[in-house]
């Protein structure tokens, strides 16, 4: 009797057949995949004094919770669970003016949004800077990094927005067949 296996991550796939014989093993034991690793609390300290943010949705699997400024210009996604958020991704969305640039207001919850995440991002700041000058050139060119296990993506949507998804690198795991 004949096996066959599918995987599938990103933008890689790969199938794999086998006997009973034989079969497939992990090489190593792989690590459970996680969120980011930082819990609901820690990713919005020094948010909550300007987004209302509240949990709109929730299943036994995870919660989603949404914040907005008063005057709408900020816009919070969360999705994941309150001792480790975002097994999905986080999105946050900074309206950007008409000369393609952030308030100071703005620029400083986006700052403080990507530090919550990434506390030990000695780099954050320059990559902030350098990404926003790229986009304010071309609103077509999204900027993209990775710290150690997360994955930072920043593009302008086509509402206007600056929209900054941040969510889980994702891992890669070796199999061996026999």
Not at 67 to 96: H, N, P, W, Y
Not at 106 to 129: E, K, S, V
Request: no cysteine; proline share 4%.
């Amino acid at each position: 009797m004949a096996n066959i296996g599918v995987a599938i991550d990103g933008p890689y796939a790969a199938i794999w057949f086998s006997s009973e014989v034989s079969g497939t093993k992990p090489v190593a034991n792989a690590p459970e995949i996680k969120g980011l690793g930082v819990t609901f609390s820690q990713a919005i300290r020094g948010l909550a004094s300007v987004l209302s943010i509240d949990n709109v949705s929730s299943s036994i699997e995870s919660k989603k919770w949404v914040g907005t400024s008063k005057d709408k210009s900020v816009v919070l996604e969360m999705f994941g669970k309150t001792q480790d958020i975002a097994e999905g991704k986080m999105s946050l969305r900074l309206r950007i003016g008409k000369r393609k640039t952030l308030s100071l207001i703005n620029r400083r919850i986006l700052d403080t949004f990507i530090q919550n995440l990434a506390p030990g991002w000695t780099q954050r700041t320059r990559w902030l800077d350098s990404s926003l000058k790229t986009i304010q050139k071309s609103t077509n060119a999204p900027q993209k990094t990775t710290f150690e296990n997360i994955s930072i993506e920043m593009a302008v949507d086509s509402d206007g927005f600056i929209a900054v998804t941040i969510k889980p690198a994702p891992k890669r795991v070796a199999f061996e067949v026999e």
